[in-house]
């Protein structure tokens, strides 16, 4: 031990160790703000004012429930405040529009751990662990207690490497789960990787950890949104999401940044983006979404799984999605499924088309201890074989019944696929925005007809562009078609198309590597 480390922890074995910290409540503001907003609703208002003023939602959502035909005018240094895993919220919404005039979202409490790497710990069981010395003015990573031990992930919460003068972080030093972290003494945590990892970052390497929880912008089974100028600092998990609805919203000169003046690393815990299962997909122009925590945008749908032929024309389906928001039940792709609806059955693994069947008829299933039982011996043969990574938590279960016969081949195959068209998130628009310095990819391509056009990209930990569908965590289409990417620059980048997809199509993009440039017309 170096004399510099034991004076550290001489001098911090004296200090009281410092609990999370604890939310305040609402403040009289927040919870007026959220009787007015709702009243306006009820009386089908078509304008409501938010004055300026800070609001301190803490441990209340923001919530804006079957607003139809309303513009909601944001005023002038304006902020909303949550705790960890609390955030807007949009539910059955049609033709909203929210103009923001900066508005500035933010957390009570900072979302994440945050400190400096003492030491590097090699293990002879295969894991590795990290001393660190957590500043107090974040959370304390503490996997016994809340947040930290429901981390809101299947993987749990993530490690990230900085180098802190640049206040980037460290290329090539993946974002790595943990398995635990236990305090040493004083401000001192030990925080171990569930794995062994080649990583050797500098001592002296600031750190970040942070959980995943609830939403921060949310909308929900809505359609026809603009959102306008709204700026977000923090956030539990993905910053703006929609899922469900038929979409086609606009973002429009919306961020996610690291509040200006503050020590913080990070903006978000999560995606900048996340689309999961809309009709159309958004268009998002002129954003800025920067050091978030996972990918910095996500396009895609849901992906069910059969988990038994109950006869020649009907299927036993599941769908995961339930589980995958820890705080909010959402709801499921399946509740959307009708008479007349086409269904896409598709092999895992290769994706092959097996079948496009008409539904004639969907019950629900879901309460059913036999269906049950089925989805979870298909589940678990899955999970033997690593094909899936999300928790059976609260299946939603369908028994479908289709217009006619299904093919051999939907009968015969061990597992297979589904997923609806019309909540494929199909026609999304990313043009005239910056993404930059994610702890995962630099985005994610998962719908069919989604156009990217003139943007920046500069830096992620995975420095990578996919187009592709993600069957082990069932999110994307399955046979991603139609995809026009051009006119983007991508500083130390690439894009990388899933084999299978058609009609991907990339037209004069900029490749800037270490400093050399080059125009492709290729993916």
């Known amino acids: 031990m170096s004399l510099h480390f034991a004076a550290i922890c001489f001098i911090l074995i004296i200090c009281p160790v410092e609990a999370q910290k604890k939310p305040t409540g609402p403040s009289e503001e927040a919870l007026l703000l959220q009787k007015n907003i709702s009243a306006a609703i009820a009386s089908n208002a078509t304008f409501f004012t938010v004055p300026s003023g800070v ?23 304006t902020e909303l405040i949550f705790y960890l895993g609390f955030g807007v919220q949009f539910t059955n919404c049609n033709n909203v529009s929210v103009v923001g005039n900066g508005v500035v979202l933010d957390s009570e409490h900072v979302n994440y751990a945050q400190g400096t ?13 990290y001393l660190i010395d957590v500043d107090p003015d974040f959370l304390v990573p503490d996997t016994s207690k809340d947040p930290f031990s429901r981390p809101g992930a299947p993987q749990g919460a993530h490690m990230v490497f900085w180098d802190g003068d640049i206040r980037c972080m460290i290329p090539h030093m993946s974002s790595s789960p943990i398995a635990n972290g236990t305090l040493v003494n004083g401000t001192i945590w030990r925080v171990a990787l569930n794995v062994h990892t080649k990583q050797n970052p500098p001592i002296g390497s600031l750190v970040t950890i942070f959980p995943r929880r609830g939403f921060t912008w949310s909308s929900v089974n809505c359609s026809s949104m603009t959102y306008t100028n709204i700026s977000m600092y923090a956030g539990g998990n993905e910053g703006f999401t929609e899922c469900f609805g038929e979409g086609g919203n606009t973002y429009n000169s919306v961020s996610i940044k690291r509040r200006p003046n503050t020590s913080r690393l990070m903006s978000i815990n999560a995606d900048g983006f996340n689309v999961d299962s809309v009709g159309k997909g958004p268009t998002i122009i002129h954003a800025h979404v920067e050091h978030n925590g996972d990918d910095l945008f996500s396009v895609h749908n849901r992906i069910q799984i059969v988990c038994s032929v109950v006869a020649n024309s009907t299927l036993l389906i599941m769908d995961l999605g339930q589980g995958h928001y820890e705080w909010e039940r ?16 598709s092999h895992f693994g290769s994706a092959q088309l097996l079948a496009m069947a008409i539904v004639s008829m969907a019950r629900n299933m879901t309460s059913n201890a036999s269906a049950i039982q089925s989805c979870l011996n298909t589940y678990n043969a899955m999970l033997s074989q690593a094909r899936v990574v999300e928790p059976f938590i609260n299946p939603v279960i369908y028994e479908i019944n289709f ?121």
């Open 55 to 77: 609001y301190t939602f803490s441990t209340l959502p923001l919530k804006i429930t079957n607003a139809k035909d309303l513009t909601i005018l944001i005023e002038p240094r």
């Open 117 to 129: 790497l003492l030491k590097t710990e090699m293990h002879a069981n295969m894991f590795t662990s």
């Open 330 to 345: 959402w709801g499921s792709v399946l509740h959307a499924v009708r008479e007349g609806d086409t269904l896409k059955i």
């Open 403 to 523: 217009a006619s016969p299904l093919p051999p081949s939907v009968l015969t195959s061990n597992f297979s696929l589904v997923t609806l068209p019309r909540r494929s998130s199909h026609g999304a628009v990313i043009r005239d925005s910056v993404f930059h310095d994610g702890a995962q990819r630099m985005g994610i391509i998962g719908g069919t007809g989604l156009v990217l056009e003139n943007n920046i990209f500069n830096r992620s930990l995975n420095s990578v562009l996919h187009v592709e569908n993600e069957q082990w965590a069932l999110e994307g289409d399955v046979g991603i078609t139609n995809v026009s990417i051009k006119d983007n620059v991508f500083f130390e980048g690439t894009i990388d198309v899933m084999s299978g997809s058609a009609n991907v199509v990339c037209y004069n993009n900029t490749f800037v590597v270490n400093g050399h440039q080059a125009v492709k017309n290729t993916c």
